[in-house]
């Protein structure tokens, strides 16, 4: 298979600081990579996709300038919360998908974020 | 904009008993429609796929059917045991993209 990390697998922070999170690729290149949140009870929903070299592409009502998107690599995407408040915390979730390999996603293990 | 309904949104199983979760979605050119189990904190599991040029797969105690003029899918688990006890979400890719829309989930419990 393919496997995908993160890290933090979680993180408190103080309302209004920044909170960078890592997705890695381990054992593969992701051209693309996937951003997801899921707030307790519900569903996963796409925040952004992201291609190597490329900018982010933000779905609709999500704030650029507030999560900011970085595919510096094939193998590393980072997702950072700027100003974070509490009704940003939420489980955020990666995932990477490997050219030729059709449409499957390969989940990271998520990050639980907890804003005070 | 493109949507997946998924029902029930809750479902309680005898052990040894058959789980159907069932689909829809509004995309008629999605392509790809995976099945994920979700632990409570855990990553989501792809447990099945189907493409839309098969109508039914099938993987020992699960399998997946397709009904692509309808725009169904159903999750079928026969003889269920309590591990299978977790959420479960559908998915279907947005056509001309490798994003997912997913349902809204399905809390299976397995009743020993």
């Known amino acids: 298979g393919a496997v995908v990390s993160q890290h933090p697998s979680w993180v408190i922070c103080k309302s209004g600081t920044s909170v960078k999170i890592e997705c890695r690729s381990l054992d593969f290149q992701a051209t693309t990579m996937f951003w997801y949140r899921q707030f307790p009870k519900q569903s996963l929903m796409l925040m952004a996709t992201s291609n190597e070299g490329s900018k982010a592409t933000y779905e609709q009502g999500v704030e650029k300038d507030k999560f900011l998107i970085n595919h510096a690599s094939l193998t590393l995407s980072t997702l950072t919360v700027t100003s974070a408040h509490p009704e940003d915390s939420s489980f955020y979730i990666c995932s990477g998908r490997r050219e030729g390999w059709g449409d499957e996603q390969f989940f990271g293990p998520g990050t639980r974020l907890t804003v005070l | 904009g493109e949507n997946v309904e998924q029902h029930p949104s809750t479902l309680s199983v005898q052990e040894g008993d058959s789980a159907v979760i069932k689909c829809t979605y509004s995309?008629?050119?999605?392509?790809?429609f995976p099945w994920y189990k979700q632990e409570l904190g855990k990553r989501p599991q792809l447990i099945i796929d189907?493409?839309?040029?098969?109508g039914e797969k099938k993987d020992q105690r699960i399998a997946v059917t397709l009904n692509k003029t309808a725009k169904h899918f159903s999750l079928h688990i026969t003889e269920t045991q309590p591990e299978d006890s977790a959420v479960y979400f559908c998915a279907a890719t947005l056509s001309g993209t490798y994003k997912y829309i997913f349902g809204t989930g399905t809390r299976l419990k397995v009743l020993a």
């Open positions: 995309d008629s050119a999605s392509n790809y």
């Open positions: 189907i493409r839309s040029n098969v």
